[in-house]
């Protein structure tokens, strides 16, 4: 089976932490990571590899930096790492991003699977593996939780808000990937050493042969005006008591006078 | 020219409109108000009978309704098909999708497909009257920064909005609307997929993303079965019951019900955190509620910092005591 995983490398939000005084994260030196979600969408490719055979290639876009993620991607094992970096690229939307990798992904290869995390912890849009799927005109299942190879395609789990639903999709297909699915494995010792002198394939704007109106800031539709800083609570009310019925006597007073129960 | 109309993809389920869609439709008379624009609903199902009458009450003016066998649950294809379609038809301003698993999902391929922006997750909307554009105001990096967002130069302005955050507001029981009926032709839609069986898990629990009232449980619970704990409060309060990472890792609660980056965002009316200490994991995923509760041992727990109300105390003897005090007033 030929697999690829699409992952993006964001800040590790275990190390950011608020600056109480502004409201503001701090993230001056703060590592970056696989997003959580995308080791998810790793972990099926290579439970897909080891149970049909193939390869894994995964492909990233990113600043030249997202190499350490792709490093970390072929020490746990996959075979082949792609790197999408461009100045050009820079201010893409989800619309521009679909369209980028949709290009690096048919580069890459002919695939069976395109697997993608449910949605990237920084932006949290999940917009970007549908968008993806409809450029290259594959069907897309958002929110797997497991999939199967049959016949004539896939059998996969699709986690929703009530419980779960079970999809049958026809030959090449896209998922986003859920928490639930899995835990990445972790690196081998060998993998480890392979991910050290592994091949980063590069690849800009000219290679994908993108059109210029349709990436970076002019492909992307959105805008942002403006970032602010959420309002803070600045009248929370403490109720401390020895007795615990005195503090629910006086909880619940505030509750009624505000009319919440 | 575009047509001035504000459109909400009205999502229903086995013919039951969601709540999300009432929301936005709720909201969105607030926009057409606005604007000027009209409010319209974007339905699709197998049989829209029951249902129009209930868009109309929430304020829509029009229906386009689009009705047919393969409509009748969402599959992508099809359903993608049929609205971007009528989007390049009849050109609205605006079109607003409940970001549910279906919304979310749905949309992405429709912005695509008409080449149009897309905002996801909005906690808040807005009309800039002057430059006639939709301001749609989005939480980003876990909800420590909001971030307003615009589509200046592309129609229609999409966003997926996020459901609890806007009060219903039903109109009457005999509300008056137009439904346009829409054609519907999936021909050359390959199929592709299909949805073979839909199981629902835990029915008589509440859905943390609907549900008004949450009791979350943190690392304070102690273990899996001290959760009966925050299950009999829930239960009292008709409340959904979450949990942080922690208590899902250690395997005390099944991840359907984690809050938090990794988990599920929420925004209830009333989040009541027992016994957790606030990682910036998990404010992401329910700061945004309306009040906050936090019950903790710990007066520096990070949680307190987003809370409206702090109760320095054990929860194990705050919880149960909440619990029959609200039984003792309900009689």
Not at chain 1, 16 to 37: H, K, Q, Y
Not at chain 1, 73 to 87: K, M, N, P, Q
Not at chain 2, 295 to 316: E, M, T
Request: hydrophobic content about 40%.
């Amino acid at each position: 089976m030929n697999i690829a995983v699409c992952i993006k490398q964001v800040p590790d939000s275990d190390k950011v932490t608020i600056d109480r005084e502004t409201n503001r994260l701090n993230r001056a030196g703060v590592p970056s990571v696989i997003n959580p979600f995308d080791e998810n969408a790793l972990e099926l490719g290579l439970q897909l590899k080891d149970k049909y055979g193939g390869k894994v290639t995964v492909i990233t876009m990113g600043p030249p930096q997202a190499e350490e993620a792709l490093r970390e991607c072929v020490s746990v094992g996959a075979d082949e790492v792609i790197l999408v970096t461009d100045r050009k690229f820079a201010g893409s939307d989800t619309w521009a991003t679909s369209y980028t990798l949709s290009l690096a992904v048919q580069k890459a290869g002919d695939f069976d699977v395109v697997l993608f995390g449910k949605q990237a912890i920084d932006g949290d849009t999940a917009q970007v593996g549908p968008g993806v799927a409809y450029f290259m005109d594959i069907p897309v299942i958002t929110y797997v939780k497991e999939a199967e190879k049959t016949d004539t395609g896939f059998k996969v789990k699709r986690v929703t808000e009530e419980g779960y639903q079970l999809w049958e999709v026809d030959g090449k297909a896209a998922f986003t990937v859920v928490k639930e699915a899995n835990t990445m494995r972790l690196p081998s010792l060998k993998g480890k050493m392979r991910a050290k002198s592994a091949t980063i394939i590069t690849w800009g704007a000219d290679d994908l042969g993108a059109e210029d109106a349709k990436i970076g800031l002019k492909g992307s539709p959105t805008i942002v005006k403006k970032v602010f800083s959420p309002p803070i609570k600045t009248n929370r009310e403490t109720i401390q008591n020895e007795d615990p019925k005195q503090s629910v006597k006086e909880l619940l007073g505030k509750l009624k006078e505000r009319k919440l129960i | 020219m575009s047509n001035k109309e504000i459109w909400i993809f009205a999502e229903q389920r086995e013919g039951v409109i969601s709540l999300a869609t009432l929301e936005l439709l709720s909201e969105g008379q607030i926009l057409a108000a606005k604007s000027g624009y009209t409010l319209c609903a974007v339905l699709l199902s197998a049989d829209d009978s029951k249902i129009l009458q209930e868009l109309y009450n929430y304020g829509a003016k029009k229906v386009y309704s689009a009705v047919g066998p393969k409509l009748s649950y969402y599959q992508n294809d099809y359903y993608s098909k049929v609205v971007a379609d009528l989007i390049i038809e009849k050109k609205p301003e605006i079109v607003l999708y409940g970001a549910t698993s279906v919304g979310r999902s749905l949309a992405p391929t429709i912005a695509v497909m008409v080449n149009a922006g897309l905002t996801a997750d909005c906690t808040e909307l807005d009309f800039d009257t002057e430059q006639m554009l939709l301001l749609q105001t989005r939480p980003a990096f876990g909800g420590n920064i909001m971030a307003t967002i615009l589509c200046p130069n592309h129609r229609p302005q999409m966003s997926t909005v996020r459901p609890n955050v806007f009060k219903k507001n039903k109109l009457g029981d005999k509300e008056k609307g137009e439904s346009v009926s829409v054609k519907v032709d999936l021909s050359k839609v390959k199929d592709r997929m299909r949805l073979l069986e839909e199981t629902k898990e835990e029915v008589d629990a509440v859905d943390l993303c609907e549900a008004e009232f949450i009791v979350s449980g943190g690392r304070g619970v102690g273990s899996p079965e001290k959760f009966i704990v925050l299950q009999d409060l829930a239960k009292e309060l008709g409340a959904a019951v979450g949990a942080s990472r922690a208590t899902v890792d250690a395997g005390w609660i099944a991840h359907f019900h984690q809050v938090g980056q990794t988990g599920k965002t929420v925004c209830p009316k009333v989040y009541i955190a027992c016994g957790i200490s606030g990682a910036i994991q998990h404010l992401a995923g329910m700061q945004s509620s309306d009040f906050i509760i936090a019950i903790n041992k710990d007066p520096q727990a990070n949680i307190f910092d987003v809370a409206d109300i702090g109760v320095v105390g054990d929860l194990h003897d705050i919880v149960p005591e909440l619990t029959s005090q609200i039984k003792a007033l309900k009689k």
